[in-house]
């Protein structure tokens, strides 16, 4: 597990909480998985591979999207994912940008190859994916750090 990505399982909910350094940064790098997931783990790497952010002009410092998602034992996605939760202070835009990078990783990534035990074990149960985009905080924390030493 890396520092930015958080696994939490719960009874009937996986969760899991994933950092932006941890995406791909453009179409070349995100990528479908090829060989069959084993793990709840392996799931999200999975998704978290596929994910590519908005761009800077876009984005918003410490924007966070919450999405909960059911998958078929087959490993398409089971009913419309759902969004619940969404930065307050984002603009309409910011939201809408975010809404279309999570609809494209989805898209991108699905279905996943599950196999037969896994299948088996998500099939029906909700997952819900945060994103949290700390792209722009960590700049600014590095230019603040570069001036304090000057």
Same mark, same amino acid.
């Given at each position: 597990m890396t520092p930015v990505s958080k696994l939490l399982v719960g009874a009937a909910v996986a969760a899991?909480?994933?950092g932006a350094n941890a995406w791909a940064q453009d179409a070349g790098?995100? !990528?479908k998985p090829e060989a069959p997931l084993n793990t709840i783990a392996?799931?999200?790497a999975a998704l978290e591979a596929c994910w590519i952010? *908005? $761009?800077?002009?876009q984005a918003r410092a410490g924007m966070q999207i919450t999405v909960m998602v059911s998958f078929k034992r087959s490993g398409e996605l089971l $009913? !419309? *994912?759902r969004i619940t939760y969404e930065t307050r202070e984002a603009s309409d835009d910011e939201r809408l940008s975010y809404r279309v990078a999570m609809a494209e990783a989805l898209r991108r990534c699905t279905p996943l190859p599950f196999t037969e035990a896994l299948g088996n074990a998500l099939a029906g149960r909700p997952m819900t994916l945060r994103f949290i985009d700390n792209r722009k905080l960590k700049q600014a924390t590095l230019g603040q750090a570069g001036t304090a030493h000057d």
């Open positions: 899991c909480a994933i790098e995100a !990528k392996e799931v999200f952010p *908005p $761009g800077l002009d $009913g !419309k *994912p």
